[in-house]
């Protein structure tokens, strides 16, 4: 077994917390910089816009992210697929499934956001859009579902860039994205004074930018495991496909579907400036969780690898090693969410005293479920990697429909708004609960 050296990080390695944090954290930044789009957008549409405004982008932002959980999917699912071939060094096989799968996923996107266009009025009622912000969530969603294959591609093409152990690729990609997002708020929404149509047009620009190039580097790269084939029928792994990656499906889609039920629910208890504080918690929550579901996605080839290959010492070690990671990130980030609750709320309502309080209140409570949330995430994506994705399934159901949605139906009966508040936290304690009796009943049979 080779140990690991500053030049390469393969899946064969034998991982310590340097070599796992460094084949890991391409991916985790590649989320949290994915995740950063919808911060930058709110943050330019509040202060140049107006709260409003703000809140109707929270309202819509939901959508596109259900429909583009179909990456989640393909990505998951395919890359522990991709894992597995290259570990028995199949490097065709892995290409041919590879090049399938991205083809199955611009097909599938592409008919996706043409029904979200379709439907795009009547859902957006459906999710709680009055005649006041209707037009804002109009404006801002039609715009952003055009971009909808291109963020497909983006994330699918990083969860096949770490399975060919080339997660750096992606980050770079990405933090170009990233900053050409930023950029183009200022000038669209800053400068040119375009409103939320500037801000949606900056982020189908990005995304674009961050589906087409990784395209293009794995066209002309010689040295990545992967390359492009001839598309051919794979419908006998589609079935595979599916099933392991139907867990990061369910929690893609369950958690905007979550979102929803806040945004109804504020809006009976407080109306819309209900909906503009969640706004900001939603986008730290996309942030914070972006470290937990980068690291979960990044160390899944590995598990795959390893699991395929019999290595069980290794298995032991790297669960171990990701197990404590997650669970002391997550006081890590609960510490930095004190630090920067405060702060973060005046950057959106630092002229609105009451939406102020109003928001530093709920992320009090909010924040506290980033202590406990990362091992459910982290669980859920091993279990794919296994190829145990009726445990995978589980997990996320539980932790991003069931126990949440329960939670934020039944709380605020008894602690009114404070209850939304707390639904989080709530949700992911139960999940927590399962989760660590799923690992330790699993334990012997998985040899983790």
Not at 283 to 304: E, K, Q, Y
Not at 349 to 359: I, R, V, Y
């Amino acid at each position: 077994m080779r140990r690991l050296t500053t030049r390469s990080i393969k899946l064969s390695d034998h991982f310590t917390y340097g070599g796992l944090f460094r084949f890991v954290f391409p991916t985790i930044l590649m989320m949290l910089f994915t995740s950063m789009y919808g911060v930058v957008d709110g943050l330019y549409i509040n202060n140049y816009v107006g709260k409003h405004a703000f809140a109707g982008v929270t309202l819509i932002t939901p959508l596109p992210l259900l429909i583009g959980a179909v990456a989640y999917m393909i990505g998951g699912g395919g890359s522990a697929l991709i894992a597995q071939e290259l570990a028995r060094g199949n490097k065709k096989t892995a290409s041919r499934y590879f090049t399938s799968l991205t083809f199955v996923a611009i097909l599938g996107s592409i008919l996706l956001a043409v029904l979200g266009e379709i439907f795009l009025e009547p859902l957006a009622k459906i999710m709680g859009a009055d005649e006041e912000i209707l037009p804002v969530c109009l404006e801002y969603g039609r715009i952003l579902i055009f971009s909808i294959p291109f963020y497909v591609l983006q994330n699918v093409f990083q969860s096949f860039l770490t399975a060919a152990e080339r997660p750096k690729i992606g980050l770079a990609i990405n933090l170009f994205s990233a900053a050409v997002n930023l950029f183009l708020d200022f000038i669209f929404v800053g400068v040119l004074d375009m409103g939320v149509t500037g801000a949606a047009q900056a982020t189908v620009v990005s995304q674009v930018i961050g589906g087409v190039l990784p395209f293009f580097y794995i066209a002309i790269s010689k040295t990545v495991a992967l390359h492009f084939t001839r598309p051919e029928w794979i419908g006998n792994i589609m079935g595979q496909v599916f099933a392991n990656g139907v867990s990061e499906f369910i929690s893609e889609i369950f958690h905007p579907l979550a979102s929803v039920m806040y945004n109804y629910k504020l809006m009976q208890l407080v109306g819309l400036n209900g909906v503009a504080a969640y706004g900001v918690l939603m986008n730290v929550g996309f942030l914070f969780g972006a470290v937990f579901l980068g690291f979960a996605v990044g160390s899944a080839p590995i598990f795959s690898y390893q699991y395929e290959k019999k290595d069980y010492e290794e298995l032991h070690k790297t669960f171990k090693l990701s197990a404590i990671f997650v669970v002391v990130m997550g006081f890590i980030l609960y510490g930095i969410a004190l630090c920067i609750e405060g702060p973060f709320a005046g950057l959106f309502f630092g002229n609105d005293e009451a939406l102020l309080h109003m928001t530093e209140e709920g992320f009090a409570l909010h924040s506290k479920s980033y202590m406990v949330m990362g091992l459910a995430v982290f669980a859920s994506a091993f279990f794919t990697a296994i190829h145990d994705s009726r445990l995978s399934f589980l997990i996320s159901f539980l932790r991003t429909l069931l126990f949440e949605v329960l939670a934020i139906l039944i709380l605020p009966l008894f602690f009114d708004l404070n209850g939304v508040w707390a639904a989080s936290l709530t949700s992911e304690l139960l999940t927590l609960v399962v989760t660590i009796a799923l690992l330790s009943h699993y334990r012997k049979k998985y040899r983790y």
